[in-house]
């Protein structure tokens, strides 16, 4: 599934996949602990939500009740001034992310938020 949240608010704008309701971005935002697992680009990878069970368990539960086992998640401009976030979840199954794959997944991010920023601006 895909879950895309945009603007100074980041709103849902576009959710995708078969999971009882969709997250939201106050989800992960409110939680500070869950945002410093981002690196310095933005990008978070967690291949088992097992990684989160100790360290955040309100967001491992919240993982949990979507099904949602693996997941890419990028945050741009910046974890601290965030303005959009794509999570790319896979539900049922835990995945070992390969490097080409979190890459692909980092382009097609970055590329959904240009064209956001883009429409925004009115540049589209």
């Given at each position: 599934?895909i879950?895309?949240?945009?603007g ?21 935002f ?7 697992l981002?690196d310095?680009?933005g ?12 360290p955040?368990?309100q ?13 890419v ?27 080409s ?19 925004q601006?009115?540049?589209l």
């Amino acid at each position: 599934s895909i879950d895309v949240f945009y603007g100074d608010d980041l709103k849902a704008v576009y959710i995708e996949g078969k999971y009882p309701s969709g997250f939201t971005a106050s989800d992960f935002f409110f939680e500070p602990r869950y945002m410093e697992l981002f690196d310095d680009n933005g990008l978070f990878v967690m291949g088992s939500l097992n990684n989160l069970k100790n360290p955040i368990p309100q967001i491992y539960h919240l993982l949990q009740e979507k099904h949602c086992m693996s997941l890419v998640q990028l945050v741009l401009p910046s974890v601290s001034e965030a303005r959009y976030m794509i999570s790319f979840n896979l539900l049922n199954r835990v995945h070992k992310w390969s490097d080409s794959e979190i890459s692909n997944l980092n382009l097609i991010g970055s590329l959904i938020f240009d064209t956001l920023e883009d429409k925004q601006s009115g540049s589209l």
